[in-house]
């Protein structure tokens, strides 16, 4: 850009560069004389730096010696004699021959050529340009954590159909893609973080989880709100990938159906402040679902929410204890109560307890041992016209990694007959052939080659006293994992 004038005159090639170095210097030199004239502490001479702290310093780093009394008059006597007017800084460039109007045209044009490149570099950005957003609000990245993992499993039975009870088990002679489970989490601000898990089947999609929790609610409290698995025992809330077997236990689909227990709702947890962990935990989900809560509405089409009644809650009370460097203990309480359809008001009541003692010899790093015992017992009691069911299970399991790529563990599962308020068995409405004890062991070893694979061999033989034969299954299971993919809870 070059002023009209100028280039009429034939003097462009200096009057631009002149006058941008004279708006410069005026600039920087107006603030430099009003702090002498204020006295500002920034002109102020330091003291000289003491020759001792200086001498092992580097040449740019080290400060300038004071001029001698013979270079000051030196630099005085060269110094040219000029005056200001106006009371500026002396050192400031003198303005060149600039009219107004040239000076009004640079400016307009220097103007001009910041627009326009402020204008291509929004261009070039595109979508990706962000601003400052107001006060009170949180900056997040717009990719959440993914991760897919995915469960493949061939398996064989020696009758069919077979008994197995999770959604997840295989249950038929053949190949099986037990889940393709899609984990998403992020936080959203820092008031909530979003979870969700969506499983993919051969035959259906279906969101397994989806729900919110409060990062910074006071007093130790925490919530969370959607659709989740509820945190009765210690099984129910995992997921196939955390599971030490490739099947669920019997108690959990029994109960509470393939699914576990899931819904809808509100869960509120406490962290109680006590010398040793200790976590209240209550929730209100929805009561319907065949899959997801069994034993309450379950699959009744004409069950509505019209009270407060109507609804499950469950209670859990998790205790931690460090009992040594190397030996970790976890106990629980828990229940569930919700309204079943077998009658007006009538009500289904679930307790349990679990146990889970884990062994890790932290105080030898180059012991890869790992032992856990892990166990849960389910009382289950339901409100029938003219009746109570009762019935007991449970299962316990023992695992062993005794190489950081090599585990194998054993399971044994107890499912008992129902029987009503005078102690005889009677008719299971929701399982009419259980009329017996059942039990089932399972073992099986497995194989880690790295921490994101896993194969898994196991055999079982499940024998419900109520058939002729037992049932043998053989079951080599393969899971893989991709993603960001956090720590599961202890």
Not at 383 to 411: H, K, N, S, T
Request: some cysteine; aromatic content about 10%; charged content about 20%.
């Amino acid at each position: 850009m070059l002023c009209p004038r100028a280039r009429a005159r034939g003097r462009w090639w200096w009057s631009i560069p002149s006058a941008c170095l004279w708006l410069a210097g005026s600039a920087l030199a107006q603030p430099a004389a009003r702090d002498r004239e204020e006295g500002s502490p920034v002109h102020r001479v330091s003291p000289a730096p003491d020759a001792a702290a200086t001498a092992d310093r580097p040449p740019s780093l080290s400060a300038a010696s004071p001029p001698t009394e013979d270079e000051a008059a030196a630099a005085e006597a060269n110094a040219p004699d000029v005056a200001p007017v106006d009371g500026s800084d002396p050192s400031a460039p003198s303005p060149p021959n600039v009219s107004e109007e040239e000076l009004r045209a640079l400016q307009e044009a220097m103007a001009a050529d910041a627009a326009a490149q402020r204008e291509a570099g929004a261009t070039s950005s595109g979508s990706q340009t962000t601003s400052t957003p107001p006060s009170g609000f949180a900056l997040q990245s717009l990719n959440p954590d993914l991760a897919f993992i995915a469960d493949v499993a061939a398996a064989y039975f020696t009758r069919e159909p077979t008994l197995e009870t999770g959604e997840h088990d295989p249950h038929e002679t053949g190949f099986t893609l037990q889940q393709l489970e899609l984990a998403v989490g992020k936080s959203v601000d820092p008031y909530f973080r979003f979870d969700a898990n969506i499983v993919f089947r051969t035959e259906d999609v279906e969101v397994e989880e989806a729900y919110a929790t409060t990062l910074a609610l006071p007093h130790r409290l925490q919530l969370r709100l959607g659709q989740f698995l509820t945190r009765f025992g210690r099984i129910n809330s995992t997921h196939p990938h955390q599971w030490a077997f490739v099947d669920q236990p019997l108690a959990i689909g029994r109960i509470f159906g393939p699914e576990g227990s899931r819904g809808v709702g509100v869960e509120a947890s406490w962290l109680m402040p006590l010398p040793w962990y200790v976590e209240l935990v209550a929730s209100a989900t929805d009561a319907r679902g065949e899959e997801t809560a069994r034993s309450f509405f379950g699959g009744d089409e004409a069950a509505k929410v019209r009270t407060p009644l109507d609804v499950q809650y469950t209670g859990a009370l998790k205790q931690f204890f460090a009992v040594s460097d190397d030996w970790s203990l976890l106990w629980g309480l828990s229940i569930a109560n919700g309204p079943n359809p077998s009658g007006y008001r009538a009500r289904t009541d679930v307790y349990g307890t679990d146990l889970y003692l884990k062994y890790r010899p932290i105080t030898d790093p180059a012991n890869p041992t790992i032992v856990s015992l892990q166990a849960e017992v389910f009382y289950r009691r339901r409100q029938i016209p003219g009746d109570v069911l009762q019935d007991l299970d449970g299962y316990a399991e023992l695992f062993w990694r005794f190489e950081p790529r090599w585990g194998v563990a054993a399971r044994y599962e107890l499912g008992s007959p129902v029987w009503g308020l005078h102690g005889h068995v009677v008719v299971d409405p929701l399982d009419p052939e259980w009329t017996a004890v059942r039990h089932r062991i399972s073992t099986n070893v497995t194989f880690w080659p790295t921490e994101f694979s896993r194969i898994r061999l196991q055999g079982g033989v499940d024998e419900p006293r109520w058939e002729r034969e037992p049932d043998w299954s053989l079951m080599l299971a393969f899971e893989f994992a991709i993603g960001a993919h956090g720590a599961h809870a202890f």
